[in-house]
């Protein structure tokens, strides 16, 4: 029988990893009980390689301090990995020996994910397949739910303002919980499900301001008004505490943005912490980690969503056995030249080649953190 041979991408080599910090104002503010964001503090990564195949991420880095912070750590990693392959997983593993003594944890771990994101993004670049190909998937399209905005305002606004959101294309959203009391947080609920639709999803965060008595109560109070999720309902690290929860409340509860890794993950499932996970794209180990992280979802039968960086992620979804819910926010829409749009509920992937970023230098000039 004949065979025909398919041409392999070139091999790649890194050459040098460049980060640059831009503050992008925010089109809605998002208030949590941690606080209000304004600006998105991001960092963009340059990869390039000795072949001129580039590589291309972006980190959200929470502080201003983080986005100055974030690029002396790349320029330290450009040292450790300058010269070889293209090659995330054994990058990955180099990276983790080498910040065994200093740590790995916090924005090391943010750091490391960067360049992975962007390694992939140069492979798929050479081989001319986006992500979810390169991955042996399809970039096919993935609920999603609109993260922006509804922060702890009075419930009349935070109603209005759903509406706004589900009519930017989606039929979900999500509303951030803990207020100063179980009554301010119910009326907030009930406001925003009385004008939403019936068949729109309400999402709800708490970002980890309850104790576990407070939480165990709260979310009781709040079962039965039509919230799809209880997300942190308390410290993102206690999974017993967690797990009390969970036994105690009807409503599923959601965690998992602040896995440092997949060995969290793993320990909180093993805990019975959560319904529901979603990782954070950077603080999970990026695609190499999301990758481990979606099998450990998939053992254990627990349906995957994501947290933040919505461009990427919905390739990745794509390839995720348990496949839930795409968190979309639009903090790096400005310096993209092809933001992911999303309609009718669903976000759908970029189809060139990689990850499906590339920066609108304009906008990243303008936004240039000094």
């Known amino acids: 029988m004949a065979t025909t041979e398919r041409s ?56 201003d301090l983080g986005a100055r912070a974030l690029p002396r750590l790349l320029a330290g990693i450009a040292d450790m990995v300058r010269g070889d392959a293209v090659a995330p997983v054994a990058v990955a593993r180099k990276l983790l020996q080498r910040f065994t003594l200093l740590g790995r944890e916090g924005l090391p771990t943010i750091a ?98 309850l104790t576990v008595a407070e939480a165990t109560a709260r979310c009781r109070a709040l079962d039965g008004e039509g919230i799809y999720w209880f997300e942190e309902p308390v410290r993102h690290d206690d999974y017993a505490g967690t797990a009390r929860v969970a036994r105690e409340v009807a409503t599923p509860i959601q965690i998992g943005e602040n896995f440092l890794g997949t060995r969290p993950m793993a320990a909180a499932l093993a805990a019975g912490a959560a319904d ?60 993209l030249s092809r933001p992911l749009f999303v309609a009718n509920g669903v976000a759908i992937p970029s189809d060139v080649p990689g990850v499906g970023l590339d920066w609108n230098e304009e906008a990243v000039t303008r936004f240039a953190m000094e």
């Open 276 to 335: 529901y996970v979603m990782p954070d794209l950077a603080r999970i180990g990026g695609v190499t980690g999301w990758l481990r992280a979606a099998a450990l979802a998939d053992a254990a039968g627990i349906e995957m969503s994501s947290h933040l960086y919505p461009e990427v992620s919905a390739q990745l979804l794509a390839v995720t056995p348990t496949a839930h819910f795409l968190e979309y926010v639009d903090w790096a829409a400005p310096i």
């Open 112 to 209: 490391m994910a960067g360049l992975d994101v962007a390694l992939w993004d140069a492979l798929g670049r050479a081989a001319g397949l986006p992500l979810a190909r390169l991955l042996g998937g399809e970039p096919t399209r993935v609920r999603a739910y609109n993260s922006n905005a509804l922060g702890p305002e009075a419930p009349e606004k935070v109603a209005d303002e759903a509406l706004e959101l589900l009519a930017e294309g989606f039929h979900a959203v999500k509303l951030r919980l803990g207020r100063r009391s179980a009554a301010e947080d119910l009326r907030a609920a009930r406001a925003v499900r009385a004008k939403i639709p019936a068949d729109a999803l309400l999402m709800s965060d708490f970002n980890q301001a």
């Open 8 to 63: 392999l991408p070139p091999a790649l080599t890194i050459r040098e990893i460049r980060a640059r910090a831009v503050r992008v104002p925010m089109r809605r503010p998002l208030g949590t009980s941690g606080g209000t964001i304004v600006h998105a503090p991001l960092v963009l990564v340059d990869l390039e390689t000795a072949e001129g195949v580039p590589g291309r991420a972006y980190l959200f880095a929470y502080s």
